[in-house]
């Protein structure tokens, strides 16, 4: 595609890791991981573990007409404007400079915060009786009307980030709220890319957010079942390994700014990296079934690849998007072999979700920060809790501890449900 050069100018991460950027890259040089151990009444022992963010801090310069609208924002969302604002504020004068209708915003909710009956609950229980069995209309509706919180469907409204960014950042050019599950992180981060490339903004802002850890999130992804049975306690979300059975659930915020160079190198912007090429694919399941394709992956690769004119061999490392579940891993690494086989290639791949949980649109946007990190450090990130892979990809170079790399390039890829997927490649400057 044609058009001016985008870089990478601010990052912002609000994850179990860390409240800010700075945090994560360190817990991740240090191999830890944010899942823990979380007692809940009536949930099952392995639904306990989760990657909770345990402190975040709002920014402290909402101008005084917006303090009233945060009670709009559940706690998804306000985990995503941390990490907004922490991308927005690395920017130093391209905001300040760039008029408002040249600002793009992209925001990818993957969130189930509200999806919780428990601000109806109260007045449910007032309006039947001790058996659950019969209902006093009358009285439920009076129980409806004083003990739900009014602010109930507003606070469950995925646009609703969009709308106090937008007005906090006043980002007001090509702008869009996005709601789905993976890869819907990376589309804010393709449609942030393409909004500059094609010359409509010199500024974007991608920003994913998620919040998977609720009673009846979780017990929703225990339906699908493509959660792990937790039987080695926090160190049991292990990607690739032969032994895998599953993801455990994530919340988080994440964000990137985005430039066009010209116009960061005019405001004097520190660039972290430049993005090479996107793609966005759909590889359907036979017989039509909704399920994890053969090869899920396999065309977004080789199509951000041509877009980018990248050879396989240029790229420090592969990070996959890595659920830990044994159909989904098996046909991302499927994908991947067929590709180095034909090209003659063995590129490092490594899984990043262990370290957060999966935090829905939030990971798609984590994972391409920190491969930022680890190539700027000259290293492949370890793959948490790692040990073997099934013998046929056993000759895949994934590792449970760091090694060095000496390259500057990586591919970030993720796909959902369906067969969708969405693939970046960065070059680190």
């Known amino acids: 595609m044609s058009g001016p050069e985008v870089v990478i100018t601010g990052t912002g991460l609000t ?18 991981t944010g899942i823990a151990h979380e007692p809940k009444d009536g949930l099952p022992d392995y639904m306990q573990y989760t990657g909770r963010v345990c402190e975040y801090t709002l920014p402290e310069d909402i101008p005084p007409r917006q303090i009233g609208q ?6 998804g969302a306000s985990l995503g404007f941390c990490a907004a604002s922490e991308a927005s504020a690395q920017s130093g004068e391209s905001i300040q400079n760039t008029p408002p209708g040249r600002r793009a915003l992209y925001i990818a909710s ?46 469950s409204l995925n646009n609703n980030l969009f709308s106090f960014l937008s007005a906090y950042t006043e980002f007001m050019g090509p702008s869009t709220s996005l709601a789905s599950l993976s890869p819907c992180g ?52 292990r990607p690739f390994d032969v032994h895998r059975d599953g993801f ?94 034909r090209e003659n290639a063995d590129v490092p791949i490594c899984g990043l979700k262990p370290y957060t949980g999966h935090m829905g649109a939030a990971s798609d946007i984590a994972e391409i920060i920190f491969g930022i990190d ?23 170079k994934i590792s449970a501890s760091v090694q060095p790399c000496d390259k500057n390039r990586f ?14 490649i960065v070059e680190v400057c």
């Not at 890791?17 to 830890?32: I, M």
């Not at 915060?113 to 428990?118: A, D, H, P, Q, S």
């Not at 450090?377 to 790692?386: D, G, S, W, Y």
């Open 70 to 75: 945060m009670k709009f924002l559940n706690r």
């Open 15 to 32: 994850t179990p890791l860390g409240k800010n950027t700075p945090e994560n890259r360190l817990a991740l040089k240090s191999l830890n």
């Open 411 to 424: 591919l970030s890829v993720s796909y959902g449900v369906g067969g969708q997927s969405s693939t970046v």
């Open 248 to 341: 455990i659930a994530g919340e988080g915020g994440s964000a990137i700014l985005l430039e066009s160079a010209g116009h960061a190198e005019k405001n004097g912007a520190d660039i972290l990296g430049i993005i090479k090429g996107v793609s966005n694919c759909v590889e359907f399941s036979p017989r039509g079934k909704v399920s994890v394709p053969e090869t899920v992956t396999k065309r977004g690769i080789l199509s951000v690849m041509s877009d980018s004119s990248c050879m396989i061999d240029d790229l420090a490392f592969i990070i996959p998007h890595g659920s830990g579940t044994q159909k989904g891993d098996r046909s991302e690494l499927q994908s991947m072999n067929d590709i180095f086989n």
């Open 374 to 396: 680890a190539v700027r450090e000259k290293t492949v990130p370890a793959t948490l809790n790692f040990h073997a892979a099934e013998k046929r990809f056993s000759d895949l």
């Open 110 to 155: 993957g969130d189930h915060t509200k999806i919780l009956c428990e601000d109806v609950y109260p007045a449910i229980k007032e309006g039947v009786d001790e058996k659950w069995e019969s209902v006093d209309y009358a009285r439920l509706n009076e129980a409806g009307l004083n003990k739900v919180n009014p602010f109930f469907l507003l606070e």
């Open 186 to 237: 990376g589309n804010a981060l393709e449609l942030a890319y393409r909004s500059i490339k094609q010359g409509h903004a010199d500024i974007a802002l991608a920003v994913g957010y998620g919040s998977w850890i609720t009673e009846m999130s979780l017990y929703e992804l225990e339906g699908l079942g493509i959660l792990s049975r937790c039987r080695h306690g926090s160190r049991s979300f």
